[in-house]
């Protein structure tokens, strides 16, 4: 058997994915219906396709046509998903039987916003449960690939089709700032005027560099008086001074929760938090427990965030 056509390549996930197309005929829908991106798709048909040395779709105006191959495939396809779904159902999935491990790469801000609360209620409930955390950054595509890290929660998710990525949240950027020194601003020449703290990863990136807005100049932003390598670093340095940070408006509930906030003089583009993985951790059920652990929480701080700004 050729190497580009071994059996053993075969899992769940690819299989469920070919279902789906057999049904949707569409890339984009079965992307949509499985909460994928599109080039995971296509990577997953491209690898089937190596697999069964077969074409299995072929393009037919807007649609995927199957082939006779696809076709015939269709009721194995089903009993061997059917019969993995078994197999994981004998091993039954107990969090309190699991020695369960993670490598997360997060910044403070998702960090603080979601762990601390999934770690007191594990704990709670005699879950045995050990993370240990590692600057994001921008999370690479070898980072997932090498199991480096388990889950990176991050606006600059890497973009590969078997990189697996989840909108959790989004949050407005907004102005923090020490209230017994100074206001907000008002205008957007207040803004320009004002002096800043940025922060700069150790990769050279700025926090800037995740948002947008059609209504600013970024570069008449003053260079700023302080850079510092993480968003815990703020409040010591805007304490008792007249600097201005803009970050997102969810730091309100956690790293930032000491300082004044403020909306902008201007508007921005929401910034997206996505929670991403490695396709082989699809089909984990620890790995799928701590996901929908994160989903929970994070619409949990959707709620509290809402309530604060009513």
Same mark, same amino acid.
């Given at each position: 058997? =050729?190497?580009?056509?071994?059996?053993?390549?075969?899992?769940?996930?690819?299989?469920?994915?070919?279902?789906?197309?057999?049904?949707?005929?569409?890339?984009?829908?079965?992307?949509?219906?499985?909460?994928?991106?599109?080039?995971?798709?296509?990577?997953?048909?491209?690898?089937?396709?190596?697999?069964?040395?077969?074409?299995?779709?072929?393009?037919?105006?807007?649609?995927?046509?199957?082939?006779?191959?696809?076709?015939?495939?269709?009721?194995?396809?089903?009993? =061997?998903?059917?019969?993995?779904?078994?197999?994981?159902?004998?091993?039954?999935?107990?969090?309190?039987?699991?020695?369960?491990?993670?490598?997360?790469?997060?910044?403070?801000?998702?960090?603080?916003?979601?762990?601390?609360?999934?770690?007191?209620?594990?704990?709670?409930?005699?879950?045995?449960?050990?993370?240990?955390?590692?600057?994001?950054?921008?999370?690479?595509?070898?980072?997932?690939?090498?199991?480096?890290?388990?889950?990176?929660?991050?606006?600059?998710?890497?973009? =590969?089709?078997?990189?697996?990525?989840?909108?959790?949240?989004?949050?407005?950027?907004?102005?923090?700032?020490?209230?017994?020194?100074?206001?907000?601003?008002?205008?957007?020449?207040?803004?320009?005027?004002?002096?800043?703290?940025?922060?700069?990863?150790?990769?050279?990136?700025?926090?800037? =560099?995740?948002?947008?807005?059609?209504?600013?100049?970024?570069?008449?932003?003053?260079?700023?008086?302080?850079?510092?390598?993480?968003?815990?670093?703020?409040?010591?340095?805007?304490?008792?001074?007249?600097?201005?940070?803009?970050?997102?408006?969810?730091?309100?509930?956690?790293?930032?929760?000491?300082?004044?906030?403020?909306?902008?003089?201007?508007?921005?583009?929401?910034?997206?938090?996505?929670?991403?993985?490695?396709?082989?951790?699809?089909?984990?059920?620890?790995?799928?427990?701590?996901?929908?652990?994160?989903?929970?929480?994070?619409?949990?701080?959707?709620?509290?965030?809402?309530?604060?700004?009513?």
């Amino acid at each position: 058997m =050729a190497k580009d056509r071994n059996f053993m390549d075969l899992d769940g996930h690819t299989l469920r994915t070919f279902l789906t197309l057999l049904e949707l005929s569409s890339v984009s829908k079965t992307a949509e219906k499985m909460d994928i991106s599109q080039p995971s798709v296509s990577y997953i048909l491209r690898r089937l396709r190596q697999i069964i040395g077969d074409p299995l779709f072929v393009r037919a105006g807007h649609q995927l046509m199957p082939t006779q191959t696809a076709l015939s495939l269709k009721q194995s396809a089903i009993i =061997a998903l059917d019969s993995l779904q078994r197999l994981t159902e004998q091993r039954a999935f107990d969090p309190q039987r699991e020695q369960m491990q993670f490598v997360i790469a997060a910044n403070d801000m998702q960090r603080d916003l979601i762990f601390p609360k999934l770690l007191r209620e594990a704990m709670a409930d005699n879950i045995s449960l050990e993370l240990q955390f590692i600057s994001s950054g921008q999370p690479t595509v070898l980072w997932m690939r090498d199991s480096r890290c388990h889950l990176a929660l991050t606006p600059l998710p890497p973009d =590969a089709p078997d990189i697996i990525q989840k909108l959790i949240m989004k949050g407005e950027m907004m102005c923090f700032f020490d209230g017994t020194m100074r206001s907000a601003p008002e205008t957007l020449e207040e803004y320009y005027k004002a002096q800043h703290l940025g922060v700069r990863f150790m990769d050279g990136r700025t926090s800037w =560099a995740i948002w947008t807005s059609k209504e600013i100049d970024k570069s008449k932003i003053p260079r700023p008086v302080v850079s510092v390598s993480n968003f815990n670093a703020i409040p010591p340095f805007i304490k008792g001074t007249n600097l201005l940070a803009t970050q997102m408006g969810l730091m309100q509930l956690s790293t930032l929760n000491s300082l004044d906030a403020a909306r902008l003089p201007f508007d921005t583009d929401p910034v997206a938090i996505y929670m991403v993985w490695h396709e082989r951790s699809s089909n984990d059920p620890a790995h799928i427990w701590m996901r929908q652990r994160i989903e929970e929480i994070s619409a949990e701080v959707k709620e509290q965030m809402d309530s604060l700004n009513r």
